[in-house]
């Protein structure tokens, strides 16, 4: 479902740029919801360019500035959910895996077997990873704590230094509300 994915974006939709320790994201918002976050080498496809000439740069957007301050109180740990109306487009079985996905809670991890399992058939695991890989809307949906049954950091789409680095983020902020 990346593929091809700003046809699915609203007329009204609009897009901003957010600063992170993870790198820059692209945020595209419109007046209903949170439609997709591109980052790293996403943002350099020729879709991801074409919906950069396509939409407006509108920063001032209230839902960009919502989603641009819930990210950055993530990035500081002090938010571990996110209250963000989100639009999602993808098949039965990618909705299934993304809303399995936000139920993992935060500082903790699933392996894609349980995730699979969550979905109604833990034989899955494949297809799970396939549809984490095109989440469309990374750290929110958290596809990043999702590891390999051995307990290995596997597949991610901004790359493993990045999962580690969201995952040590997150337990390093579980045990500091742990120590309070």
Same mark, same amino acid.
């Given at each position: 479902?990346?593929?091809?994915?700003?046809?699915?974006?609203?007329?009204?939709?609009?897009?901003?740029?957010?600063?992170?320790?993870?790198?820059?994201?692209?945020? =595209?918002?419109?007046?209903?919801?949170? +439609?997709?976050?591109?980052?790293?080498? @996403?943002? @350099?496809?020729?879709?991801?360019?074409? /919906?950069?000439?396509? =939409?407006?740069?509108?920063?001032? +957007?209230?839902?960009?500035?919502?989603?641009?301050?819930?990210?950055? @109180?993530? =990035?500081?740990?002090?938010?571990?959910?996110?209250?963000?109306?989100?639009?999602?487009?993808?098949?039965?079985?990618?909705?299934?895996?993304?809303? /399995?996905?936000?139920?993992?809670?935060?500082?903790?991890?699933?392996?894609?077997? @349980?995730? /699979?399992?969550?979905?109604?058939?833990?034989?899955?695991?494949?297809?799970?990873?396939?549809?984490? +890989?095109?989440?469309?809307?990374?750290?929110?949906?958290?596809? +990043?704590?999702?590891?390999?049954?051995?307990?290995?950091?596997?597949?991610?789409?901004?790359?493993?230094?990045?999962?580690?680095?969201?995952?040590?983020?997150?337990?390093?902020?579980?045990?500091?509300?742990? /120590?309070?």
């Amino acid at each position: 479902m990346r593929k091809n994915w700003i046809s699915h974006l609203p007329l009204d939709c609009s897009y901003g740029k957010i600063s992170t320790p993870v790198g820059p994201l692209t945020v =595209f918002v419109s007046s209903k919801a949170l +439609h997709r976050i591109a980052w790293g080498n @996403e943002q @350099e496809t020729e879709e991801c360019l074409l /919906a950069l000439h396509t =939409f407006r740069k509108d920063e001032q +957007h209230p839902l960009f500035l919502k989603t641009a301050k819930a990210l950055q @109180e993530y =990035f500081a740990g002090k938010r571990r959910t996110f209250d963000l109306p989100l639009v999602l487009k993808g098949t039965d079985f990618q909705l299934q895996a993304w809303q /399995a996905l936000c139920n993992i809670p935060y500082g903790q991890t699933r392996s894609y077997a @349980e995730q /699979a399992e969550k979905v109604g058939n833990r034989n899955k695991a494949r297809a799970v990873g396939m549809a984490n +890989h095109y989440n469309p809307i990374p750290i929110i949906i958290p596809c +990043h704590r999702v590891i390999g049954a051995n307990g290995q950091l596997t597949g991610f789409a901004g790359g493993l230094d990045l999962k580690q680095y969201l995952l040590t983020l997150e337990k390093n902020s579980s045990a500091l509300k742990v /120590a309070v």
